[in-house]
């Protein structure tokens, strides 16, 4: 049985929600929520102690997310961030890990199953690369609510993909105009209604078509892959990623 965990949710949206909701099921102590718009929470990183606090769980808007981040190493704690689009204040998220007594490990998608099916993924583009009457191309689907375009976890399957496949040289969003080029991996993304995620990869030739689906049911599995991630953080220095965990747990 896990130890129970002091968490602080930064951000009280539909995954805030969903964790609060998993913490209590857990009879985890009552976790701090950080979220300026919810009344009575605290209104920032910077103005909360975390002292007593075990792992933060951060889930907020990208302009936001990396400040966040470096505001709860700048005290030392713990950090599991599943927000994305903020890839571009990754060195200063770097650097602030390797200053602070603290950790951090990001994820686009906490979803175990996601894991699994991104090194599904990889393992097919590398089989692919091989047989080149075959195309390959991704599209993901998400809720309106849903900020990025493409998603983290499609800019994760669109690596593991180039990765693997030997005849794709870059990944981009489908142009609305051609021409288009043979060495691309072309991104096509929808946002509709409440869907909470789902991600194709499909190989197409002449004869036949290949399709890999996740779709994922709800938050709950995003939910709980974050808690394992503020588990597995405990006691550790540095910056690390889903993959990191991922992998220490199937080699352990």
């Not at 209590?24 to 976790?31: D, G, I």
């Not at 602070?100 to 090194?119: K, R």
């Amino acid at each position: 049985m896990s130890t129970p965990l002091r968490i602080a949710l930064i951000g009280y949206g539909r995954m805030g929600r969903e964790l609060h909701a998993l913490i209590r099921e857990r009879e985890w102590p009552e976790p701090v929520i950080i979220d300026p718009r919810v009344k009575g929470a605290n209104p920032s990183v910077a103005e909360s102690s975390l002292d007593a606090v075990d792992a933060c769980v951060e889930f907020t808007e990208p302009a936001q997310a990396a400040d966040n981040i470096i505001a709860a190493l700048q005290q030392g704690a713990s950090i599991v961030t599943g927000s994305t689009g903020w890839q571009e204040r990754s060195e200063d998220v770097r650097r602030a890990a390797s200053e602070s007594t603290g950790a951090v490990l990001h994820g686009s998608n906490f979803s175990l199953g996601v894991a699994v099916f991104n090194a599904v993924v990889a393992h097919a583009a590398s089989l692919l690369s091989r047989f080149p009457q075959y195309d390959i191309s991704l599209h993901e689907i998400h809720h309106r609510g849903k900020k990025d375009i493409p998603s983290g976890t499609a800019h994760m399957l669109a690596e593991s993909i180039l990765r693997g496949h030997t005849g794709k040289k870059r990944a981009t969003l489908l142009p609305e105009n051609g021409p288009f080029d043979e060495e691309t991996l072309y991104l096509t993304a929808a946002r509709i209604g409440t869907v909470f995620g789902e991600h194709m990869v499909t190989a197409d030739s002449a004869a036949d078509e290949i399709r890999l689906l996740h779709r994922a049911k709800g938050r709950r599995g995003f939910a709980e892959g974050a808690l394992a991630a503020a588990e597995w953080l405990q006691g550790k220095t540095g910056y690390f990623t889903l993959e990191d965990m991922i992998h220490d747990i199937i080699t352990a």
